[in-house]
């Protein structure tokens, strides 16, 4: 029986290193899409200053080849895109549904209203 021990613990590390390895093949974080009426920048910006005014650590891309304006949690976990579609603008949330995520998207939509 000693040495199947032996060879259990040389096992463990091995399992573990495994474990994370698989990590980037997890499935994506769920979107959430939404029309709001308003211009996308309007919009984003509005999000990104209550936010920030809350003291939310996030930062605020732009993407003017996609007429869209990205707001990320700094630790990567949520992401908010606006994104001209004509008169109105899709917001769409990656996120796994998180406190912090809801909150941006419920901004989006006071600013919007």
Not at 26 to 54: D, M, S, W
Not at 71 to 96: C, H, Q, Y
Request: a positive charge; charged letters at 20%; proline letters at 6%.
């Amino acid at each position: 029986m000693r040495p199947f021990i032996v060879s259990m613990r040389g096992a463990l590390p091995a399992l573990l290193w495994l474990a994370g390895c698989a990590t980037p093949f997890q499935t994506p974080a769920p979107t959430t899409v939404e029309e709001l009426e308003g211009n996308y920048r309007t919009l984003a910006r509005c999000t990104f200053e209550q936010l920030t005014r809350r003291q939310y650590q996030v930062r605020r891309t732009d993407l003017p080849d996609r007429a869209a304006v990205r707001i990320s949690s700094n630790d990567g976990v949520w992401e908010l895109s606006f994104i001209n579609d004509g008169a109105l603008t899709r917001a769409e949330m990656k996120s796994p549904g998180t406190q912090a995520s809801d909150y941006a998207l419920t901004l989006a939509r006071a600013c919007a209203a």
